[in-house]
């Protein structure tokens, strides 16, 4: 990496790729030490998995915590870490690492001017960077982000737009729906001229009764429209700054092809998690996982840690609760890398300088 001269550099204790449970509970556990951090995650919110996979499905097995949904546990974990203050770069993908003569690093990354330079990287990546799946369709890309986005609403608004919605799961459903019914807190003003959700069948993969039914009564209203087909190639016209993404060519699964006319365009295909950049880095590996050292969880890269589904080791089980464990060894690894020697062990309910550091002593003082 050769950072451009209008990056700003940002330093910190140590850089956590990713935002789901584990990463989240690194970065709880490297403040109980005294580590600042810095988050990574290439989603536009917290939660990793939990948000993606199983948001609202119930997690049974996270120690002391009864049933709890994906979405919650998240929330928890995330409200958790405050008091250490962690800096979350969302939307963001760690695209370079370098190794500086003093030993730390320097991660730079995509959608952000910064480069973060710290002494300890945490990869808390799980199964990899959750990307979209993109709409293969030659030339499609040259309309990104103005025209087309993917999982999320153009930059520039939909105000008076004709918006054209790709997938048949949640996630595009619910787009859907909001747009079509002002749901998504717009104002009259900022409505779409129209909404049509564009699928290969008119059938649906969600669970989710009551977004079924807002899905269809809308579409029985008129509000809502739906396309049947295949997207085969984008249409184009001229517009004042040069060529504009005006439509889809489509087939149908019977008769002839045709154009639907659009002004922007939402991919919604899913999610793929893919390791990216990370397997680049010249760390050892094993079937597209991180080795480590199960004494500190560091890989073959002094300084750089890796902890829950993103590693493996002889007896790996890919569970929350063991990706837990690896974060506090692979914490008090890097306290005692900076330190040159042994940390103590400290107690949340003894330590003053634990509570200090979680702005609780004042409340355990007066308790007590």
């Given amino acids: 990496m ?20 584990v990463g989240l509970w690194q970065v709880f556990q490297c403040g109980l030490l005294g580590l600042r951090c810095h988050v990574v995650d290439v989603l536009p919110e917290v939660g ?4 993606e996979l199983y948001a609202d499905k119930l997690l049974y097995d996270i120690p002391g915590l009864p049933p709890t949904c994906g979405r919650d546990f998240a929330a928890q974990l995330q409200q958790q870490v405050q008091p250490f203050e962690p800096v979350f770069h969302l939307g963001c993908q760690v695209t ?55 999982h999320q609403l153009p930059t520039d ?10 997938g048949g799961e949640d996630a595009a459903l619910q787009m859907a729906v909001d747009l079509a019914s002002g749901s998504d807190g717009r104002s009259d003003n900022d409505r779409p001229a129209s909404v049509t959700l564009l699928h290969r069948r008119d059938q649906f993969s969600s669970d989710d009764g009551i977004l079924l039914a807002r899905f269809d009564l809308l579409r029985r209203s008129g509000l809502l429209q739906v396309c049947i087909g295949q997207p085969v190639e984008p249409v184009e016209s001229d ?32 999610l793929s998690p893919r390791l990216g950049p990370i397997a680049d880095w010249g760390l050892v590996m094993e079937r597209k996982q991180l080795t480590v050292d199960t004494a500190r969880f560091e890989t073959s890269v002094p300084g750089i840690h890796a902890v829950g589904d993103v590693v493996t080791y002889p ?4 569970l929350i609760a063991c990706g837990f464990h690896e974060a506090i060894l692979a914490a008090f690894a890097a306290a005692e890398r900076d330190r040159g020697g042994p940390v103590p062990l400290e107690y949340t309910t003894s330590s003053k300088t634990l509570q200090g550091r979680l702005g609780v002593r004042d409340s355990v003082t007066n308790a007590s």
Avoid: M, N, W
């Avoid at 030339?139 to 087309?148: F, I, K, N, Q, T």
């Avoid at 993404?245 to 045709?258: S, T, V």
């Avoid at 007896?315 to 890919?318: A, E, L, S, T």
């Fill in 2 to 21: 050769d950072p451009s001269s209008d990056a700003t550099v940002v330093e910190t204790d140590a850089v956590v790729i990713g935002a789901g449970p």
């Fill in 157 to 166: 608004g939909v105000s008076g737009r004709h918006v054209v919605i790709v």
């Fill in 96 to 150: 370079a690492l370098t190794r500086q003569a003093d030993g730390r690093f320097d991660l730079s990354t995509s959608g952000c001017s910064q480069v973060l330079r710290c002494r300890h990287v945490f990869i808390a990546a799980g199964v990899g960077a959750f990307l979209p799946r993109k709409l293969t369709l030659a030339g499609l890309d040259r309309y990104a982000p103005a025209s087309v986005t993917y």
């Fill in 239 to 270: 517009g004042p700054g040069g060529p504009v993404l005006a439509g889809l060519r489509i087939a149908p699964p019977e008769g002839d092809e045709f154009t639907l006319p659009l002004d922007r365009l939402i991919v919604c295909l899913g």
């Fill in 48 to 51: 990793g998995q939990c948000i």
């Fill in 315 to 318: 007896g790996k089980r890919k």
